[in-house]
């Protein structure tokens, strides 16, 4: 069970979860899940793997459902057509994720380990102006996630955004500290607006890297090569 967060909006967590939709495209066992409770995004621009929403947020009182958070957990576990499961939190739902650890979250987590359920957890970070607030989330959301080999930490560097050199050391300062791997990505490398251009039309759309046009599929198979994180 794979899970992509972040609290601060407009870091890429959503192109993140698109990356990884198209790198396991193919598995039929792989369950796509938008936990977005704002928009609606990760559900449009994986459209061709009609990915699944479940909203964990109350609306009355903007907390999450821990009961919906439950249920999510339990039918995952029982599934017999799902072995993993991608999901793409949105920014209050990521923010109310750490409020669930806190409290008795982290046992859930725990009974899930006990059930044979490995878990990765993706913190996207950007650089810039984002770096602080993006980074800050990262280190305690991994500061208050159990400890255990059965839990993967990984902070999501991308590279879309420009990063300082004091920005690059405070990140590997995080990940020593929290035991935790960083993972470089970049939908596109270098400075090449049409294709650049044209991967956001193919998000927009909900459409695959398949529909790319041929040497933008080159790009994008560098992208995806580049990302070793396995679901």
């Known amino acids: 069970m794979t899970f992509i967060l972040q609290s601060k909006g407009g870091v890429g967590k959503s192109a993140f979860a ?15 899940v938008d936990m977005d409770n704002e928009t609606n995004t990760a559900s449009d621009q994986i459209k061709f793997l009609k990915p699944a929403k479940h909203n964990l947020i109350n609306a009355g009182t903007k907390n999450i459902d821990r ?15 799902y072995s993993s499961a991608l999901c793409d939190l949105g920014a209050t739902t990521s923010e109310q994720f750490l409020v669930f650890l806190k409290e008795d979250g982290d046992e859930i987590i725990k009974a899930l380990i006990k059930m ?35 839990i993967s930490k990984f902070i999501v560097k991308n590279n879309y955004f420009e990063f300082t050199e004091e920005q690059v050391a405070a990140l590997e300062n995080v990940a020593q500290k929290t ?4 993972q470089d990505f970049n939908i596109v490398s270098g ?28 790009r994008l198979k560098e992208a995806l090569n580049n990302v070793s994180i396995q679901i």
Do not use: W
């Open 67 to 81: 009961s919906a958070f439950d249920n999510f957990f339990e039918d995952f576990i029982y599934s017999e057509k």
């Open 191 to 218: 400075n090449v607006p049409g294709v650049v251009k044209e991967i956001h039309g193919l998000m927009e759309a909900g459409k695959s890297f398949d529909d790319a046009k041929t040497f933008t599929k080159i």
């Open 116 to 150: 044979d359920c490995e878990i990765q957890v993706c913190c996207v970070v950007a650089g810039s102006n984002a770096f602080p607030a993006s980074a800050e989330y990262c280190r305690e959301l991994f500061k208050i996630l159990p400890q255990d080999d059965k």
């Open 18 to 32: 698109y990356l990884l939709a198209n790198k396991n495209k193919e598995r039929k066992d792989l369950k796509i």
């Open 179 to 182: 035991n935790s791997k960083i």
